[in-house]
């Protein structure tokens, strides 16, 4: 999957709340002050090109929805900061969240809890 810039990632995290979108509602969702009508349709065009949204034509105008489930998506990223920024180890990953969160006793047990019930399942 081709990495999203900001503004990207910004207009399918609308599209993936409403599930299915004019380039208004997408507007509409965008915070203050508001693109271009242009501006937001362009983007779209440049996420379907990407095979990230696809397009259904209603009426005179397209109705945008997700190609990729923002779990994938998230998945993705993910690995790839994973990858990226701690040498593919998720231990590390977590070590630095934790620390950076600044967790407190309770919250590290909750996460060890999750942890631990996630490796059981298994």
């Known amino acids: 999957m081709e990495k999203l810039t900001k503004r990207e990632d ?3 995290q609308i599209i993936w709340k409403l599930e299915k979108a004019f380039i208004r509602d997408v507007i509409e ?7 271009h009508y242009n501006s937001v349709a362009t983007i779209i065009k ?3 090109k990407k095979g990230v949204l696809k397009s259904e034509m209603i009426g005179n105008t397209h109705q945008y929805s997700p190609v990729v489930e923002f779990e994938t998506y998230r998945d993705t990223n993910l690995t790839n900061i994973k990858k990226k920024f701690f ?7 977590m070590a630095y969240f934790a620390k950076e969160e600044n967790l407190s006793e309770k919250e590290l047990s ?11 399942q298994k």
């Open 29 to 35: 969702q965008l915070p203050e002050p508001k693109p």
């Open 10 to 12: 910004q207009i399918m």
């Open 87 to 93: 040498g593919n180890s998720f231990p590390k990953m």
């Open 110 to 120: 909750e996460l060890i809890d999750i942890i631990k019930s996630n490796k059981d």
């Open 46 to 48: 440049i996420l379907v």
